[in-house]
């Protein structure tokens, strides 16, 4: 079983930025992707952007050259740097965790609100 403690979520402006951090703890194994998704209200849940232990990344279209994506192997840790944050941005922004596709874990998920 694997925990995801999610940080960094808030309040923002209109072209502000957040950084988010999840840190994984638990039966963690070395080669796993780690990302962020997000589901705002209406809508389905998306994939926002992940990253694998080996370094691979994948961006959505919506938030390529806005958003970065990193992780710390060390300490089990992804970050995800928002910038030049738009209203649609708004969500909750959920981390994930897999090693094996079968079992793949969540975060309680961190509000992210940005004001026009």
């Known amino acids: 079983q694997v925990q995801l403690v999610e940080s960094g979520g808030g309040l923002v402006q209109a072209g502000g930025s957040l950084r988010l951090s999840c840190a994984a703890s638990g039966s963690i194994f070395s080669i796993n992707v780690m990302g962020w998704y997000r589901q705002a209200p209406g809508k389905q849940r998306e994939l926002v952007a992940h990253?694998?232990?080996?370094?691979?990344?994948y961006y959505a279209d919506s938030v390529k050259g806005r958003f970065s994506i990193s992780r710390d192997n060390a300490r089990n840790t992804v970050y995800l740097q928002m910038n030049s944050l738009k209203p649609e941005d708004t969500a909750v922004y959920y981390c994930?965790?897999?090693?094996?596709?079968?079992?793949?874990?969540w975060g309680r998920g961190t509000q992210v609100t940005v004001s026009s």
């Open positions: 990253i694998t232990s080996g370094g691979s990344l």
């Open positions: 994930s965790y897999y090693s094996d596709p079968e079992y793949r874990y």
